[in-house]
């Protein structure tokens, strides 16, 4: 009996020391908005940049960064309007955009893509209020504060359930992790991503945009149809490099050896890398 006690309080410790550390690695992280129209905005904190719809209707978060600033990001709301969200919507299933499901859920309808709620779901510890409600295989549209947000899954890209958000009237599109401004993206290969499914759904967003929309990239600052365009280009290069790469029989070791050209070295950063972007290009082009 002792021994089962021990145990659980070593486990109880555990837990309450992990949720501290979490705390303490957030604890600084402030929610900064921008304002992009009339009822819509862009939050920035820590993880994906969160849009937001505010309005007669209500309020709509798309994405909610991690579980321990789900007070911050409701205080930030509540400086736009008060009241909790009415809807959420998941870009993906990535614990930087998801992590603030439990606690919005709980009043909230999540919508998200079918694979979105199995990968969540996949995880028995993921609490019901963490999962989306309404699922979507292509495309759905959610007529809201006077504007119509449509969101749409274009085919394996970051991961195998992304969706891009647009607002119809306002002209603003919130890309998810399918842009990483001014950096190396990360393609979730294991979690059914494709580096060709990525580049070639940026082009068809791309071809929808004009030079007045306004950009929300998953990570980095709030872009235009340029900044995307060169995206883009670094997309074209690096897999136009790798594929010759590969029919040259180079290893990846020689490849990474070797580097991508100078142009590109200032798009690596902490989590993705020159090394890792190589090696994502290598193993989803190799096949």
Not at 138 to 164: Q, R
Not at 168 to 195: C, E, Q, T, W
Request: charged share 20%; aromatic share 8%; no cysteine.
């Amino acid at each position: 009996m002792k021994h089962k006690i021990k145990t659980s309080l070593l486990a109880l410790s555990l837990i309450t020391s992990s949720a501290v550390a979490d705390d303490d690695r957030f604890k600084d992280v402030q929610i900064s908005s921008t304002q992009l129209s009339d009822t819509a905005y862009m939050f920035v904190g820590s993880g994906g940049n969160i849009g937001v719809s505010a309005g007669s209707d209500g309020i709509l978060i798309i994405d909610d960064q991690f579980a321990p600033l789900a007070n911050k990001i409701s205080q930030s709301l509540n400086k736009i309007q008060p009241g909790s969200p009415k809807y959420v919507i998941n870009t993906h299933y990535h614990g930087d955009h998801t992590g603030g499901n439990a606690h919005f859920g709980e009043q909230a309808i999540i919508f998200a893509h079918d694979n979105v709620l199995t990968r969540l779901s996949a995880d028995k510890d993921t609490p019901k209020s963490a999962l989306p409600v309404v699922t979507y295989a292509t495309d759905i549209s959610i007529h809201f504060n006077k504007d119509t947000l449509v969101l749409k899954h274009l085919g394996p890209g970051h991961t195998d359930g992304d969706s891009v958000v647009m607002w119809k009237n306002a002209n603003i599109v919130h890309m998810g992790d399918l842009f990483f401004k001014d950096r190396f993206p990360y393609i979730d290969l294991k979690g059914g991503g494709s580096v060709l499914g990525y580049r070639d759904n940026v082009a068809k967003l791309l071809a929808s945009m004009d030079n007045d929309t306004q950009v929300i990239p998953g990570h980095g600052a709030l872009a235009n149809k340029d900044d995307l365009m060169k995206f883009k280009h670094m997309l074209d290069h690096s897999i136009n490099w790798m594929n010759k790469n590969i029919q040259e029989g180079q290893s990846l070791a020689n490849i990474q050896a070797k580097g991508m050209h100078k142009k590109w070295k200032n798009w690596s950063w902490n989590f993705i890398s020159e090394e890792k972007w190589i090696d994502t290009l290598y193993q989803g082009l190799k096949k």
